[in-house]
């Protein structure tokens, strides 16, 4: 009888997790439709997205006021010590601003969209992926955990919200929704005893099949919006 090695079944949940972050075919389709693109992480701490926004063609660089984790993402791809409030790039530097689960650790939210308007070039794509209070479950979560790894949460929002502050910031928003409205409450807990990890698919399945009829409750949502001017992205004219 044939097992999954550890890195087989690691691999194949990677592939499941896919059908709950239902964003990455969407950054995936983006970026390889223009490789070589200028991309900037605004919080990226030890270089995960880095990694993986290379992997599909872009020209990667990293921001994140944590050294320690820095160290991690300098072996991925460029990165620079700052916060997301004042960006250390001139105007029109990069095609692409993508930011996941940082504007909620923002101090100041107008701030930090001002600058990505700053350093996106005409045409250019703001790729966001957040965590909202749409879910009263992630309503719970910051009440009992108000800080997540460490980091304080400043700044709280809903989806309508989010896409309001992004709109009144030069940048248009033209795709986005809500997800994840239960596995992210899941998957903490394998974090905490691994062996839970097989019973992921199990959670993963849930959420998919009934999130037509609960994503309004998401804990989490992705947004695309753009600068005005020539798009930058031949798959993503708007």
Not at 24 to 52: F, H, K, M
Request: proline content about 6%; aromatic content about 12%.
């Amino acid at each position: 009888m044939y097992h999954l090695s550890s890195i087989d079944h690691g691999h194949a949940i990677a592939a499941v997790k896919e059908r709950v972050y239902r964003y990455r075919a969407v950054e995936r389709q983006i970026i390889e439709s223009q490789p070589g693109a200028r991309i900037l992480d605004v919080g990226c701490g030890v270089g995960e997205n880095l990694a993986r926004l290379t992997r599909y063609g872009g020209r990667a660089h990293g921001i994140d006021p944590n050294l320690p984790r820095l160290k991690d993402a300098r072996a991925v791809a460029p990165v620079a010590a700052a916060f997301g409030e004042g960006l250390p790039w001139a105007d029109d530097s990069f095609d692409m601003v993508y930011v996941s689960h940082v504007f909620h650790h923002a101090s100041d939210l107008d701030a930090a969209l001002s600058e990505v308007e700053r350093v996106l070039a005409p045409g250019g794509v703001l790729f966001a992926i957040e965590s909202v209070d749409d879910s009263p479950l992630m309503r719970l979560a910051r009440w009992i955990q108000p800080r997540w790894q460490g980091d304080d949460v400043y700044t709280r929002f809903k989806f309508d919200e989010l896409v309001a502050r992004v709109n009144q910031h030069g940048l248009t928003v033209a795709r986005g929704e809500t997800f994840n409205w239960m596995y992210f409450g899941w998957e903490l807990l394998p974090m905490a005893f691994a062996p839970l990890e097989f019973f992921t698919p199990l959670f993963i399945g849930i959420e998919t099949l009934l999130h037509p009829l609960l994503k309004r409750f998401g804990g989490h949502c992705w947004l695309v919006a753009r600068k005005p001017g020539a798009p930058r992205f031949p798959a993503y004219s708007m």
